[in-house]
């Protein structure tokens, strides 16, 4: 009977320490319901906005080398508000990209309260020159984030659900030229500064790719120059081929795309990508086109012949502190130009300060010391380079302020770049731990009941067996 009375006494005390442990959970304003996607309707759907025969979720037909931007729209389930969701496409062939813009919901995270609102968004889809003709289902995947029901206010999971499917057929084309660019080789960078403390502070960065490309003619037609290009390229970004052109063979030839100022998405799309044509062409035929989404990173001066260095990124320093910034040059001297050298010398310096860019320069305040490690340099033709700049302030004003620096590019031709520095009021973090929950008494109250009742049990079990 005693061993009975203890096991008896067991099952209750572990009844009660579950039933307890469920209470704390089932208060706690955090939690969220996993609600299989299976067992409801999608709580957010993508439609075709418009119906009139063009590219849609339906039917969107491309032809190799082609793209689309189908409108689409997001539409909440009623009843439900999405609080935040990321959105991605899945299902994509090789030698297409498809991505969502934006690629989450809401659009803008300041739109309000409302979460339940329909909104327009594009699907762009590319298909490569050399992609596989067929017929393919690519999904819209929300990968996670949180819905609301607004009638229970219950937070709601979503992992991995569906929200639609674009229908994508793509057909052959009538180019003879078999083009593909493949997966990029990384060369990474980094810049470090002395912090002033013993240690340092470091910036690593991709300093450029390169993406080995094949060619080659499926018609077996010979001894024609293909040229290689990458037309509309935007400001900052460099883009070589290596070798520049090719001769038409029914041979596979190999070379490689370089690219510096910008790197290709290593996972998701961000709004900002950009598509880079990558085309190849015989000159009586049209071009063969490839597509190069990219991610720019604003930190790029490419140099033709001696010009004007810029400096994209800002310098952030608080009133009292040490920090840099880095800034990238390529030399890329134009084809059959006799002028140009195959280097080209840099020399810089400190100038002064001014209150805006272009503005009057005067000599640098106390508060502030500039420091260029590398000054002097060598800028080797095709190969990327990177520099940094360093500030130290003490008691500095709030306030943007634009270091002039003097350039000294090629032989004989000078430049005023300006760097921008933005002086920031002193930020103190608070204390590392957040702040406790206020159900987080029950936590003590769950422990106590629970060591009552093993006393209980222990007690009663000892009066038994006595």
């Not at 955090?30 to 025969?53: I, M, T, Y």
């Not at 470090?192 to 490309?213: K, N």
């Not at 100022?261 to 049209?286: H, I, K, M, Q, W």
């Not at 001066?301 to 880095?326: C, D, M, R, W």
Request: with cysteine; charged share 15%; net charge negative.
């Amino acid at each position: 009977m005693d061993n009975v009375a203890t096991s008896t006494w067991a099952v209750l005390l572990l009844i009660i320490t579950v039933a307890s442990t469920a209470l704390l959970f089932s208060l706690s304003p955090l939690s969220v319901a996993f609600v299989s996607g299976d067992d409801r309707e999608p709580l957010l759907q993508f439609v075709s906005k418009q119906n009139d025969g063009s590219q849609s979720l339906e039917n969107t037909t491309l032809m190799q080398g082609e793209f689309a931007i189908v409108p689409i729209v997001a539409m909440p389930t009623f009843g439900y508000e999405i609080q935040a969701v990321n959105l991605e496409v899945r299902d994509v062939p090789p030698n297409v990209y498809a991505w969502i813009d934006w690629n989450s919901y809401p659009i803008f995270a300041n739109e309000g309260s409302d979460r339940s609102y329909v909104k327009d968004y594009q699907l762009k889809v590319y298909v490569d020159s050399n992609a596989e003709p067929g017929e393919y289902s690519l999904t819209i995947v929300g990968t996670n984030g949180v819905a609301k029901n607004i009638a229970t206010s219950e937070d709601i999971q979503i992992m991995n659900e569906t929200f639609g499917t674009l229908h994508l057929t793509v057909s052959p084309s009538s180019s003879e030229i078999n083009f593909d660019v493949g997966e990029p080789e990384y060369q990474m960078g980094g810049l470090c500064i002395d912090d002033g403390s013993g240690g340092q502070t470091c910036s690593g960065f991709v300093s450029e790719e390169e993406f080995p490309i094949t060619i080659s003619s499926s018609d077996g037609t010979n001894g024609n120059r293909i040229g290689l290009t990458t037309p509309d390229i935007p400001e900052g970004v460099w883009a070589k081929f290596v070798p520049t052109d090719a001769t038409e063979s029914s041979d596979v030839l190999s070379g490689r795309l370089k690219l510096a100022g910008a790197v290709r998405p290593f996972t998701s799309f961000p709004p900002d990508t950009f598509v880079l044509l990558v085309e190849a062409s015989d000159g009586t035929n049209s071009p063969v086109t490839n597509y190069l989404p990219i991610i720019r990173t604003n930190n790029m001066t490419v140099l033709h012949s001696p010009e004007k260095i810029g400096f994209p990124f800002p310098i952030a320093q608080n009133v009292n502190g040490t920090n840099f910034t880095y800034a990238g040059l390529v030399y890329d001297p134009y084809e059959n130009s006799s002028s140009q050298s195959n280097s080209l010398p840099v020399s810089l310096s400190i100038k002064g300060i001014a209150q805006q860019a272009g503005g009057t320069i005067s000599p640098l305040p106390d508060w502030i010391k500039v420091e260029l490690p590398a000054s002097s340099f060598v800028l080797n033709a095709t190969q990327p380079y990177y520099f940094l700049v360093k500030a130290t302030t003490h008691m500095a004003p709030v306030g943007s302020f634009y270091l002039a620096i003097d350039e000294s590019v090629g032989k004989k031709d000078h430049f005023i770049g300006h760097l921008r520095v933005e002086v920031l009021e002193s930020m103190y973090g608070g204390p590392a731990s957040s702040p406790v929950p206020e159900f987080s008494y029950l936590v003590p109250l769950v422990a106590a009941v629970s060591i009552a009742f093993v006393t209980i049990a222990v007690k009663f079990s000892s009066n038994r067996r006595t």
